[in-house]
């Protein structure tokens, strides 16, 4: 068998279009709105941005387009993570673009940026895109996580795009992705090179979304995947009622992820770094919160429960943060001492050693496979990869530690048998929800309609998504409008705000109000699998998070 039945099944989906983007494409214009301002620092970001800097919004109406038919060729880059739906992406470009004119080519660089870099790429035919239509995955021509953010680097995307006749570039990305598009799209008008970069906005974290992005595309997807998972998995424990299961889910630095699947699933504890960082939580702290939960369940009679643990926790811990960022400048200093002891014990003596007191104490009061976890490689920013640190084994031990304590105080007598988990792969090339799918596949229909309108430095923009699709709104945004001036690696760069919890915010407000309810009595929700066959209500849904950031 080459597809599963459902693959099959979903090769016929017809992804959803907002309504003005379902018009016969050459009657569909572009419509110039008001030029636009960063939310901060503007004087520095219009110096950096000349060319590109106040771009008006974007949106499209009905109208003869003459432009559209011109022969274009376009390139596409996956870049970093994966995330469900990237395939219809390409794939509603593909589709624009061959409606445009059927002369038309769709590049995929492979591999992610790198693949510009080394001008490796796939010419997308009916064929291949036919083959990936509403599957999860970025299979189709790869992704990766090199940054192109240096002259050379520029100056050598605008070579291969001249050789290949590459006319725009859609960058499918994250913040800095998109960041490092604007930066490209800035470079291309001030040398000439003729070439427009469209972002599109990527990832499951939901970390790239401000008033203009109401969500990046697969955080509806992943969040149902995860959902399903713990959904599960509260079920068993309400069942065998002899387990604590502590699972700690993707999402970086942002709680999204857990704040939505917790409103999806009513676990009996869900941490959100946000609000730890704001009330300034020790570790210790946090680990009490946790064993109070835990006794008083265990006075109840319930000697089970649920925590989810959001995996950027760690960083959010004022002492830990604190370490985490002073060992980040340790290692980007001292990498070639630090590189050549070897890994475990004598890199973690060798990091105690150069911290101060205060320092040393956290990090050698800490169990040491999670010393060793602290001193990974760093990603290609310099930070920790919080996917890597086994938070809630932590939580676990701790916990276990105080309960411990507890029973010889004689203030607990219940048991504590406690199971680890962590979702983040598993939910990050299912295949698409509907709602990822229509919006993946509107967000490269417009991208397409944003490069033939001639336009450069924009992100596809798709709103008012908590509405059916077809009343969902297409257009552009210039990225710089997102932008503001942040501190990175010792001097101030233009970036795109990475979006955590807002703790006023519609979603942590509503979960706030049912926690202690969740905590007390068992309340487990059981979303089931995504379902892609049958009622809007239970097949079209957007998440919990984008219904109450939009409720009126
Ligand atoms: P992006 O920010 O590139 O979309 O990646 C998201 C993510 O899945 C994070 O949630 C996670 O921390 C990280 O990627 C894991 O990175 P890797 O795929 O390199 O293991």
């Known amino acids: 068998m080459k597809y599963s039945p459902l693959q099959q099944q979903r090769y016929l989906y017809k992804p959803k279009l907002p309504s003005i983007l379902r018009e016969e494409i050459h009657a569909i214009v572009p419509v110039t709105g008001d030029s636009t301002e960063s939310a901060t620092d503007q004087t520095e970001l219009k110096k950096l941005f000349p060319k590109t800097y106040g771009l008006p919004l974007i949106s499209f109406s009905k109208g003869e387009n003459r432009e559209m038919g011109k022969k274009i060729n376009v390139g596409v880059v996956l870049s970093g993570g994966q995330a469900p739906g990237g395939h219809n992406v390409i794939a509603g470009i ?23 870099l080394e001008d490796k790429r796939l010419e997308l035919t009916h064929d291949i895109i036919d083959e990936y239509r509403n599957t999860g995955g970025f299979d189709i021509i790869g992704s990766g996580r090199t940054k192109i953010e240096s002259p050379e680097q520029y100056a050598r995307c605008a070579e291969v795009c001249k050789k290949r006749s590459i006319d725009a570039l859609v960058v499918i990305g994250g913040d800095d992705s998109n960041t490092n598009a604007a930066v490209l799209a800035e470079y291309f008008q001030q040398v000439d090179a003729g070439v427009s970069v469209i972002g599109c906005p990527k990832t499951i974290d939901g970390d790239l979304k401000n008033e203009h992005i109401e969500i990046s595309f697969g955080f509806d997807t992943a969040t149902k995947t995860y959902s399903e998972l713990i959904g599960n998995i509260q079920r ?20 999204h992820i857990g704040l939505e699947c917790a409103l999806q699933t009513q676990p009996t504890m869900a941490l959100i770094s946000e609000e730890v960082a704001e009330k300034k939580q020790t570790l210790l702290e946090i680990v009490d919160q946790i064993t109070d939960v835990v006794i008083m369940r265990s006075n109840a009679g319930f000697n089970f429960g649920v925590v989810l643990v959001p995996e950027g926790l760690i960083e959010f811990i004022p002492e830990m943060g604190t370490l985490i960022s ?31 007191s205060t320092d040393r104490k956290v990090f050698t009061a800490l169990p040491k496979d999670i010393q060793y976890q602290l001193l990974m490689d760093r990603d290609p920013h310099g930070n920790v990869q919080v996917s890597r640190i086994e938070t809630e ?7 276990e530690h105080r309960l411990k304590e507890h029973k010889e105080a004689g203030t607990f007598s219940g048991s504590f048998s406690s199971l680890n988990h962590f979702f983040g792969y598993e939910g990050r090339c299912a295949f698409p929800s509907n709602f990822d799918a229509d919006y993946c596949y509107s967000l490269g229909y417009n991208a397409f309609m944003l490069i033939s309108s001639g336009l450069t430095g924009y ?22 409008m997102m932008m503001n001036m942040e501190q990175r690696h010792g001097s101030k760069k233009p970036v795109i705000k990475k979006a955590l919890v807002e703790l006023d915010g519609a979603p942590f407000k509503t979960f706030a109000s049912e926690r202690e309810r969740w905590a007390q009595e068992t309340v487990f929700v ?11 209500e239970v097949c079209d849904q957007p998440t919990i998070t984008l219904t109450l950031e939009q409720q009126k």
């Not at 593909?94 to 769709?106: G, I, M, Q, S, V």
């Not at 590189?339 to 050693?353: E, F, I």
């Open 393 to 399: 084994k932590l939580l676990i031990q701790m916990v």
């Open 526 to 536: 059981y979303p089931g699998a995504i379902q892609y066959f049958g009622p809007p």
């Open 94 to 116: 593909f589709d624009a673009l061959k409606a445009a004119n059927p002369e038309n080519t769709l590049y995929g660089f492979m591999g992610g940026p790198s693949g510009i």
């Open 459 to 480: 992100i596809s923009s798709v709103t008012n998504l908590s509405a059916p699709a077809d009343q969902w709104k297409a257009g552009g945004i210039p990225i710089t």
């Open 236 to 255: 068993d424990a309400n069942s065998a009622r002899k387990y604590w299961h502590f699972i700690r889910l993707m999402g970086r630095s942002a709680s």
């Open 326 to 356: 002073t060992i980040n400048d340790m290692l980007a200093r001292r990498a070639d001492e630090f590189s050549k002891l070897d890994q475990g014990d004598a890199q973690a003596r060798w990091v105690a050693d150069a911290l101060d």
